[in-house]
């Protein structure tokens, strides 16, 4: 087996960014970098700021040596799956769910058992505290952004872009299609972790209004629907 | 009596509690915010016997007034501005005593444009993820001052302030920036780069905490394309479809679409807090 290609690219004075083959390679770069801090291998680091396809390191005291030790490092295996799912019930009410459905060939209903029925893991975070890409669709079921993106997209939509599903923690502006809501907290600085999502959380999508289905995922405050 | 605190009298154009940031928080998309002009948060710390860590007030081209509800030492640095308590002249850049219920007011900037105001004991609202910068990315910690709004003070630090005069690097004419290419300059052309290296820009007005942007020659891509997103730096310096580069400060988003030519030193940033528009801006590479 061949190790997959790992381009190490210097970024000013004290980091740097680590280009992988693909989505995949990346996750399971950062799970090797999280998991080489743990055992204390890795020289101390500021910041790890996974992405699509590349990790960032910042902070870092001698870039070049580390540069040098990353480029000898054996392929880390596949992401872990260790810990629970977060499960976040989703009201599948979204204004673009009739449009992501009809791209996939399907009804509304198949398209939220679809979207129910696969797990997903955080691939990154980034654009707003607390907004995780979520990876775990099969790649049939990519869509565009919107044409135009919304002006104010409201707190708790849950919504797919590229390859990617993810929840606004905020109303903010957004070119996602929206798909649906939920009243789970994704970002509380008063709680411990803030983020509901992190790179690397396993997480599952529940149909809020299949009985049984609706609960809150614990810790979440469900009555903030902010 | 003692009621640390102090009152917002006049809240200026933009003045906000800001310390040296919210460092280790990137992966969740949280930018590491923090003054713009850290070396001068050092200083007006010291000079009022507060830990280099501690909160204060950064203002923005019109300055801030404030009444303290106890007597306190206060130390306004950065942007050179007129410093006035009861409407008499103090010192710029020295510890000042102001009593309670008086009003220190902060001028406007005479040069540059962002003034420092410490305060005996720090700005003591409290920390979100560790830090009480307020960060106007993505809204964590306190709102800018609006007018009558409290903060509250830490405790009167022990000892006198460690330092009577010191160093002020003036406000520039002109920035000199020191950048070492990549990650992306491989996004270029050969012009593009040489543009960015040789030709001169300008501060622009749309700069702002988040960005320094800028107005000169546009810089052209030699590879079409989107580029997935990934992690940025402070300092780093983008370029967005129009060609005209924006150095990342502060208050930056934590991942990014654009291609990033370069990334200036961070020693080279605290000039860019102070620069106004218009200001000439160069670009020199380094190793």
Do not use: K
Request: net charge neutral; glycine share 14%.
């Amino acid at each position: 087996m061949t190790a997959p290609a790992v381009r190490v690219l210097r970024v000013g004075e004290r980091a740097l960014l680590v280009e992988l083959s693909g989505g995949e390679e990346a996750e399971a770069f950062h799970a090797e970098l999280l998991r080489r801090r743990a055992d204390g291998t890795l020289p101390a680091v500021r910041e790890i700021v996974p992405a699509a396809r590349t990790v960032l390191l910042d902070g870092v005291a001698d870039p070049e040596r580390l540069a040098a030790e990353i480029a000898g490092w054996e392929p880390g295996p596949p992401h872990a799956r260790v810990g629970e799912a977060v499960g976040i019930p989703v009201r599948y009410d979204g204004p673009d769910l009739p449009g992501v459905a009809a791209r996939w060939g399907v009804s509304v209903e198949a398209a939220v058992r679809i979207h129910t029925a696969a797990e997903f893991r955080v691939a990154f975070c980034g654009f707003a505290p607390g907004f995780g890409y979520l990876t775990g669709l099969d790649a049939r079921y990519e869509v565009p952004r919107r044409a135009t993106p919304r002006t104010a997209v409201p707190a708790g939509s849950v919504a797919l872009a590229g390859p990617y599903t993810g929840v606004y923690p905020r109303s903010s502006p957004g070119g996602w299609q929206l798909i649906g809501t939920t009243d789970a907290v994704l970002w509380d600085t008063g709680r411990e972790p803030a983020a509901l999502l992190s790179p690397g959380t396993r997480v599952r999508f529940t149909d809020a209004d299949l009985p049984g289905r609706g609960r809150p995922v614990p810790d979440s405050g469900a009555e903030g629907g902010r | 009596m003692s009621d640390r605190a102090v009152a917002v009298v006049r809240a200026g154009a933009l003045t906000t509690v800001q310390d040296l940031g919210r460092g280790g928080y990137a992966h969740l998309g949280v930018p590491r915010s923090g003054a713009l002009d850290p070396a001068a948060v050092r200083l007006v710390n010291r000079l009022v016997g507060n830990p280099g860590t501690a909160a204060v007030l950064e203002t923005t081209v019109d300055g801030c007034a404030l009444r303290p509800r106890c007597a306190v030492t206060v130390a306004v640095g950065g942007a050179p501005c007129p410093v006035r308590v009861d409407g008499r002249p103090a010192a710029w850049g020295a510890s000042v005593r102001v009593g309670a219920g008086s009003v220190l007011d902060i001028g406007a900037a005479v040069r540059g444009l962002r003034a420092y105001v410490a305060f005996g004991g720090g700005i003591d609202v409290e920390p979100v993820l560790g830090s009480r910068s307020t960060d106007l990315l993505s809204g964590l910690g306190p709102a800018p001052l609006v007018s009558e709004a409290v903060l509250p003070l830490g405790p009167v630090p022990a000892g006198p302030p460690p330092v009577d005069v010191p160093p002020w690097p003036g406000p520039p004419d002109a920035l000199v920036l020191r950048v070492r290419f990549g990650p992306r300059d491989d996004w270029f052309t050969g012009a593009a780069l040489r543009t960015f290296a040789t030709r001169a820009y300008r501060v622009s007005p749309a700069s702002n905490r988040i960005g320094l942007r800028l107005e000169g020659p546009a810089l052209e891509r030699a590879v079409p394309g989107e580029l997935a997103s990934e992690g940025m730096v402070l300092g780093a310096v983008q370029v967005p479809p129009d060609g005209r580069p924006l150095v990342f400060l502060a208050d930056h988003p934590t991942t990014g679409g654009y291609p990033v030519i370069g990334v200036v030193r961070e020693s080279d940033l605290g000039t860019v807090a102070q620069a106004v528009p218009g200001t000439p801006v160069r670009f020199t590479p380094v190793r």
